[in-house]
C-alpha cells in the first residue's frame, strides 16, 4: 500500500478512439483523483459518463492551451487537493492497471533513501514502430543508452536525464520547486525543459524498466536502409513548434550541453533528409524558418509563484 496520494491527469485533445475511455478506467483504479483537461476538443461525448463521477474532475477549455497548459493545470488542482505526488498522460497513451502504484511504490522506495528525485517514468513502447525507447544519459562523446537487455540484474530502475511527460509521476515538492511546465513551448519539449531544470536544481529522475506505456511517437516513421534506426515524422505544425522550442533551449543556461551538441546534429540531419526525400519539402523548410525565427522572440522561462 502506497504511503503517498496520488493525482493523475489525462490532456485531451480530439481523441479519435474509446482509448481515453480505457485511460481514464484504468487510473482510477489506482488514484485517489484524475484530472480531465480537454483541451477544446470538437467532440466531448467520451466525458459523457464522467461527468457525475465522485473522483473525477473535468476541466474543458475553451481553447487549446497544449500539453504544457493542461499538465499546469492539472497540477494547480493536485495542490488544492494536497497530493503527493502527480502522473501526466496523454490520451492517446496506453498503460497497465498497476501502473501509478508501481510507479509511486517506486518512488517512495528512491526518496525514502534520502536522495532528491523529482520524477520516475516507465519504459515507452512506440506504438507505431513497436520499438522500445531507451532511458538516456546525456554525454559527450556518445549518450549512455540503457535498453530492456541492458537493465540492472539487482534493480530494475536507473538514473537518466529524461522522460517524456505521459506516464511521467512527479513529486510535488519536486514540481513546486523546479517550477510547473513552461506554457511559452506549448507540445513540443515541454518534458525535455523540466527535466533539465530538474537536474539544475540537483534533482535526479529515474527510468522504471518494471513499468511500460504504448505511446504513438510522430505520426508516421520511415525506416533508415541496413539499419534499426528510424525517421519519425511530424505534422506541420509540430514541425515548427520542434524547431522554435529546441532553438530556444539550445540557448538556456540549465539545458544540458552535451544533448544540445547532439541535438544539433541530430536535428540537422533529419531535416536534410527530409528536405531531400519528402515531397513536401518547401513547406517543411518554411514551417522550420519560421520556427527558428520566432524562438528568438521567446524570454527564458520564470517560474509563476504559487
Known sequence: MNQHSVCAGVVAHNPVNGDVNVLIESLLVSSKWVVIVDNNSSDKRYLEGLVNHPSVRIICNNDNRGVSGGINQIIDYARHVKADF???FDHDTKISLDLVDALASNLERLLATGEAVAAIGPLV????????????????PLNTRY????SPESDRLVECDFLISSGCLMSMKAI???????????????DLDWCFRASHKKYKVYGDFGSVIRQQIGSAYTQIPFTKAVI?????????YMTRNRVWLYRQQYVNRSWVVHDVCRLTCKFLYLLLFKRDRTVLLR????????????????????
Open 86 to 88: 502527480l502522473a501526466a
Open 125 to 140: 513502447i512506440d506504438d507505431y514502430t513497436n520499438h522500445t525507447l531507451p532511458f538516456i544519459q546525456f554525454r559527450l
Open 287 to 306: 514551417r522550420s524558418v519560421k520556427g527558428i525565427i520566432d524562438s528568438f522572440a521567446m524570454r527564458p522561462y520564470n517560474s509563476p509563484s504559487h
Open 147 to 150: 535498453s530492456l537487455e541492458q
Open 232 to 240: 519519425r515524422y511530424h505534422d506541420y505544425n509540430r514541425i515548427y
Open 176 to 190: 513546486d520547486d523546479i517550477g510547473s511546465m513552461n506554457e511559452a513551448l506549448f507540445i513540443d519539449n515541454v
